[in-house]
């Protein structure tokens, strides 16, 4: 009967260690995707810097293009103004 009673318990602490054994692997598992997030994160700050990069690169050049189209209707405007001035010019002399 002692027998038994000390097999009963060895098979009880058996079946608690490998629970335990279990939850600690659980535990290690949680913690090496916590590692593997962490890793992630600089790597995704870094594409989204590199994102943001670009769009300011984008944003001057749509800048430099309105710039340009700006100066291009000044220069539309003055040419305008110029031919006016010679119609009536030539208007008055007809």
């Known amino acids: 009967m002692l027998t038994e009673e000390r097999a ?46 670009q769009i300011v690169q984008a944003m001057g050049v749509i800048n430099q293009g309105a710039k340009e189209t700006a100066a291009g209707l000044t220069q539309t405007k003055v040419g305008t103004e110029q031919l006016n001035h010679a119609a009536s010019v030539l208007k008055e002399m007809a």
């Open 8 to 53: 009963e318990t060895v098979k009880t602490r058996v079946k608690m260690a490998r629970e335990t054994m279990q939850a600690f692997s659980g535990v290690a598992n949680a913690v090496n995707d916590v590692i593997v997030s962490n890793q992630q994160i600089p790597l995704n700050l870094k594409q989204q810097l590199d994102g943001i990069q």
